[in-house]
């Protein structure tokens, strides 16, 4: 009844389910499943898993899809933290090293922020340190591009996104910007802070267990977008963040982090910036579309 | 800011997530991360996982976790349709092999069965074709052992257990046995059914894109018991299933398949079995406890 090559041994325990799939019509699938179980088995051989540690592991996985929600995603903070959601950003974004570095999306983007005017102010619940955000965006060769999308997102002075905190106004720290003729854009804002991701769930309790802090240093997101470009989800980082050699899902990369400084003459007298303004200035280089 | 070693990228994205368990004081789980993130990463970059995929993954994932209840388990049935269950099972329960073969528990276990006097039914929802379990218990070497408890669970003839079915009384087709000084044990049910694990849930569309049947082969669910002895978890198969050799959580052994068969004329006399009854038989040996 049971021909030799499909009953389940220890050493023979990826052929025994890899052999099912024989009917598979999904290539693709099939290429998975060929990569994943090889992998999944050798975990449980290498560690020899106890049945009390295989128990734990589908609690720790049950109870991340039971605390996920629409406002909470609890298997992408797993893949965040286990470097997984770099790791995935980095294969499918590979870059010259003449344009900027792509980094995570994070879980707090909001699609259909307004549209602003150059100059604008984003921040709108009236607190935190007055921000001037400028750069410019050129192709890989410094060529300014004109008409460039930043649609850009932050934390409040206290590290809360709009959609999570109920005193901000609905998108506040939120906006779409377009670059000017010369490549540049600016914008007002707010010193963003450093914030933890959510720790009252599975992750945050097995970031404990591992030593390790729920902590992301200050930074403010932005997508490019610009047609025959790359679109570059990526973020602004400010020097000097306690977290920045440390940041729980490993989104840091050297080149976009800048200081806060603050405003030439000649900025504050174009801009008619506040009194003790800060300047946060990063310039970004997008990649071609390869055709 | 940052020093030289923790940047993530591709090439060293394992070093970059596990140099930050420096601080994990859980030995165990050190060595879990070590060797979990390596093949997490591996099965990424094989893959070239597209961004697509990934979050395909996190909803499957979730949706997993939020189907799963208390009378439902989807991670363990992931778990036992991709071979882990099984393999878990193995590297705990390596055995000489002059004993019995263990196999996976499953989800329908019941703590708390009723202890039943030798040769007691089983089923008592009136429907079923009969059947009489017997079989001896005994050490390695074949010496029989008495008072072994034997814990026993079953479907129905339309393979469906209690727990499933309203129409069955509580602890229908479940209990426990002990053998007699002789080690033999017998009790009455009726031939269980083969059945589909849960299959309206993402497990079950995994097993429809991978052209997999969610069945399983027909079995009579044992937990032996015996002091001295290492515990067995097991089934016994019913010949001639045709799902033998496709178990979706691949769980038969082949000297776990016994026929059904007609009593002897000794056995129909001695226990005054019905026309028609079937007789299942099968004998356990257990592994001594290493000391
Ligand atoms: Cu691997
Ligand atoms: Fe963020
Ligand atoms: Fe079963």
């Known amino acids: 009844m049971v021909s030799s090559t499909q009953h389940f041994t220890e050493d023979r325990s990826v052929e025994a389910v890899l052999e099912r799939n024989a009917a ?5 699938l099939g290429e998975i499943m060929a990569v994943l179980v090889p992998h999944l088995h050798a975990i449980i051989k290498e560690l020899r898993l106890t049945p009390e540690e295989w128990l734990a592991a589908i609690q720790f996985l049950t109870r ?3 605390i996920s929600s629409d406002r909470r995603q609890e298997f992408i903070l797993l893949s965040d933290t286990l470097g997984v959601s770099m790791l995935v950003d980095a294969i499918n974004n590979r870059k010259i ?5 792509s980094t995570v999306l994070g879980p707090f983007y909001v699609n259909g922020a307004p549209n602003l005017p150059m100059g604008a102010m984003i921040a709108h619940h009236g607190r935190g340190e007055p921000l001037f955000v400028l750069g410019q965006v050129s192709d890989e060769s410094g060529l300014p591009l004109a008409g460039v999308a930043l649609d850009v997102w932050q934390t409040s002075e ?3 996104y709009d959609t999570q905190d109920d005193s901000q106004p609905d998108m506040n720290l939120r906006g779409v ?5 010369d490549g540049r854009f600016w914008f007002r804002s707010i010193v963003p802070a450093s914030y933890p991701i959510p720790s009252d769930g599975p992750v945050g309790d097995m970031l404990k267990a591992l030593g390790r802090h729920p902590m992301r240093p200050a930074h403010i997101h932005f997508i490019l977008r610009c047609a025959g470009f790359d679109t570059l989800t990526t973020h602004i980082f400010i020097d000097g963040d306690p977290y920045l050699d440390s940041d729980a899902v490993f989104g840091v990369k050297y080149s976009l982090i ?3 400084r603050r405003p030439t003459v000649e900025e504050q007298r174009q801009h008619a910036l506040p009194d003790g303004c800060q300047c946060l200035s990063l310039d970004f280089r997008l990649q071609r579309e390869a055709l």
């Open 24 to 28: 598979c019509t999904d290539a693709r």
């Open 64 to 66: 991340a899809g039971q």
């Open 97 to 101: 090293d003449e344009v900027t570095p």
């Open 158 to 160: 206290d590290g809360f």
């Open 177 to 181: 910007f377009h670059t000017a003729t």
């Open 258 to 260: 800048a200081p806060l």
